[in-house]
């Protein structure tokens, strides 16, 4: 230390014992650091509890962090609290700032979001950007004071003038939302950009939004991507869903399968519900990747888990038919109630089964299935006017119709469900509950044959025996039942043991 450091020093200490407050603060910082003195604590603490006594602000706001962080003294709150609180009474912002923080979290006090709000006010007042902030997040949220959008936006609008990322962010959302304020889509790209180039990746991706559908701005897609892409590597997990999903479609990005999956398994891997659901269902599907069901599973899970009703739907159905998984009727029954409760067609008509069939802890119930099948079919989930169909013509839990039996049938076999094309061509082939059609029928019968339905295949091979609705042909006839007994079906290998 040079001669004129060390008389800077000691006019400091004879400032300081002479009772000078400042020259006692600044003595203490010296002392705490070790500049141009010994590093002493006990000492420094000593010279700051001197100058607190003595009115200096910034000495007390000084012990309340050293007694709050307790890095160099034993953490002590009430020492905390007793100096912050000298120094907030006399409108020291990052005082005030401190007991916000310490009456919402509950450090050393009772949690009270009332006294963390007037503390952070009166900080934000006194222009502390964080306590700007705070106060914002409490106004637009109705913690510990009345909500207050208006009030939100300014709090926000002040920190952001200030340089304050997370409130550039906020008044960006605020404006594109119109969220206490008129919706402004230019000034929230404004405040977008300038929070992006801060790196937040959450503005990033409203950045994406504005440019992909056009707010405020022509669309660009290419623009879109590029923000999407920023704020998916800074870990947004919106981001890297959307990504996914613009990946898997080919709309707004080039169609990539293998990129898709990558950017969904990032946003479900950061517990994104959404992403895990269609991870599932690529999984499922076998996109971008060999299928593989257990996966699948895996990802239905951890999406149900949150809540998602088609994911827990789905769960359903792999534990009905035991997809990658042992089937389990009471797991089964366990999803697909929750997947049904919130009106996921799938799971109804797996609701409708497993209470036909008495099936994972319920009792059967033929009433309860008919309702569910009902709402299945009406939520459109085709698959459930073939269990109607059936149940009236066979007359199960209800009285025995044709005419609603071929009429349910019909309506399955419009969509492509192969068992009621067999059904109501057999119907139209005997004149059972609508008129006969031979043509119709046999279209119907065979169509569903072709597709490898066993059953259908027998039928077929039975039509041709005996000519109905085509002309005899007991050739073709051997070889339908030859496919429907390779299938397993034990009637056609029966049938042509009688025929052999």
């Not at 890095?71 to 020291?92: C, E, I, K, M, N």
């Not at 450090?107 to 009270?112: A, L, T």
């Not at 799971?347 to 036909?356: Q, S, T, Y």
């Not at 085509?470 to 073709?476: A, K, L, T, Y």
């Amino acid at each position: 230390m040079s001669r004129s450091q060390a008389s800077i020093v000691n006019n400091i200490r004879k400032a300081a014992a002479a009772g000078a407050p400042e020259a006692q603060c600044v003595l203490g910082k010296l002392c705490y650091l070790g500049e141009g003195v010994a590093q002493n604590t006990p000492e420094a603490l000593s010279w700051f509890e001197k100058a607190a006594a003595n009115g200096h602000l910034e000495a007390a706001y000084i012990l309340g962090k050293v007694f709050q962080e307790g890095s160099v003294v034993p953490r002590d709150y009430a020492q905390s609290l007793r100096w912050l609180t000298q120094a907030a009474r006399a409108s020291h912002a990052l005082a005030e700032a401190e007991l916000g923080v310490m009456y919402l979290n509950g450090e050393g006090v009772e949690k009270d979001q009332g006294e963390a709000f007037r503390w952070f006010e009166r900080a934000a007042k006194g222009g502390d950007a964080n306590s700007q902030y705070n106060a914002g997040l409490m106004l637009l949220n109705g913690r510990g004071t009345e909500a207050d959008p208006q009030k939100a936006f300014f709090w926000f609008r002040e920190a952001a003038r200030g340089g304050d990322t997370p409130s550039r962010f906020n008044v960006g959302l605020m404006l594109f939302t119109g969220e206490g304020v008129p919706r402004d889509y230019l000034e929230a790209r404004e405040w977008f950009e300038k929070a992006a180039a801060d790196g937040d990746a959450a503005s990033h991706f409203y950045l994406g939004l504005i440019h992909e559908e056009g707010r405020g701005v022509p669309r660009d897609p290419a623009r879109a991507l590029e923000s999407y892409k920023k704020a998916a590597l800074k870990g947004s997990n919106q981001a890297q869903y959307f990504l996914g999903l613009r990946y898997l479609s080919g709309e707004g990005a080039p169609r990539d399968e293998e990129e898709a999956l990558y950017w969904l398994r990032e946003a479900a891997a950061g517990g994104n519900e959404f992403a895990a659901f269609e991870m599932g269902l690529a999984r499922m599907r076998g996109r971008g990747a060999p299928a593989d069901q257990a996966e699948a599973l895996a990802w239905f899970t951890q999406a149900a888990q949150k809540g998602l009703p088609g994911a827990a739907a789905n769960l359903g159905t792999f534990y009905l038919k035991g997809l990658g998984v042992a089937v389990d009727y009471e797991k089964a029954y366990y999803w697909s109630q929750k997947g049904a409760e919130a009106g996921v067609a799938e799971a109804m008509l797996n609701m409708g089964l497993l209470r036909f069939y008495g099936r994972g802890g319920a009792s059967r119930d033929y009433g309860l299935a008919l309702e569910w099948f009902r709402k299945a079919a009406a939520a459109g989930a085709f698959a459930a006017y073939y269990e109607l169909g059936l149940m009236y013509f066979q007359g199960t839990g209800v009285a025995l119709d044709y005419a609603q039996a071929f009429e349910y049938f019909e309506k399955a076999a419009a969509a492509g469900e192969v068992n009621s094309r067999m059904y109501a061509g057999i119907m139209l082939l005997n004149g059972f509950g609508a008129r006969s059609d031979p043509g119709r029928g046999f279209a119907l019968v065979k169509g569903a044959a072709e597709t490898g339905l066993a059953e259908a295949e027998y039928f077929l091979g039975i039509i041709f025996l005996q000519g109905l609705g085509v002309s005899q042909d007991p050739e073709e006839g051997r070889k339908w039942l030859r496919k429907a007994a390779e299938g397993g079906h034990a009637g056609a290998a029966e049938e042509l043991g009688r025929l052999s």
